[in-house]
């Protein structure tokens, strides 16, 4: 047999050859649960560790942001306004649609009073808010501040001939005609409002 010696500093060499070519171990990122690291994490998520969420829109006034059907705008009973010909009659306007109706109290031709249910909530109001009050048109009584009270809601007195009440999210706007100039008051159409059930319509 054989034998084959091999010196001792050839031993060493072939021994610190074989340390070199040894993999170094993967060292894990993975912080264990309740490490500094771990909790400072959890921690940027915001106390209670939940993620903080970005407040959301307030519903406008009323608390509703649904839209009042047409059907139910139609069906307001409106008297006879003060200073106006008992034996005329309220004709619808325009078909609105939902949330708005238009409506003309009428002596045959000549018309007397105008009233126009708005809600604040129609994609058509919102589309406005950010435009100047002059290009709103009817819409800016939803956005405007009130010029007074008519039975706790807001009133909006602009003229002598308009008056707007805002109820929930519903604005009643009512005007006079050119027939009714001089015969039908401010004050008249105040009281023509009040005559309605505010907090029902407030409700809707």
């Known amino acids: 047999m ?39 994490t959890a921690g940027a998520g915001g106390a209670g560790g939940a993620a903080a969420t970005p407040p959301s829109t307030p519903p406008p006034a009323g608390g509703s942001t649904a839209v009042v059907p047409s059907a139910t705008l139609e069906a307001i009973k409106l008297p006879v306004p003060k200073g106006a010909p008992e034996k005329g009659m309220w004709s619808s306007a325009t078909a609105g649609g939902d949330g708005d109706r238009s409506t003309n109290f009428m002596d045959g031709n000549d018309l007397w009073v105008s009233v126009r249910f708005v809600d604040c909530n129609l994609p058509a109001v919102k589309a406005v ?9 009817d819409f800016t009584f939803c ?12 009133l909006f007195s602009p003229s002598d001939s308009l008056r707007v009440v805002k109820v929930g999210h519903l604005i009643i706007i009512v005007g006079t005609g050119v027939v009714s100039e001089g015969k039908i008051t401010g004050a008249d159409l105040e009281t023509f409002i009040g005559s309605l059930d505010l907090p029902a319509l407030a409700k809707l």
């Open 2 to 40: 054989m034998i084959v010696r091999f010196s001792a500093s050839v031993l060493l060499a072939t021994s610190l050859l074989m340390v070199g070519c040894k993999k170094p171990e993967k060292t894990s990122t993975t912080e264990p649960a309740g490490s500094a690291g771990s909790a400072a």
């Open 129 to 137: 808010a950010s435009k100047p009050a002059a290009e709103r048109g």
């Open 143 to 154: 956005f405007d501040k009130p010029t007074g009270k008519l039975k706790d809601y807001e």
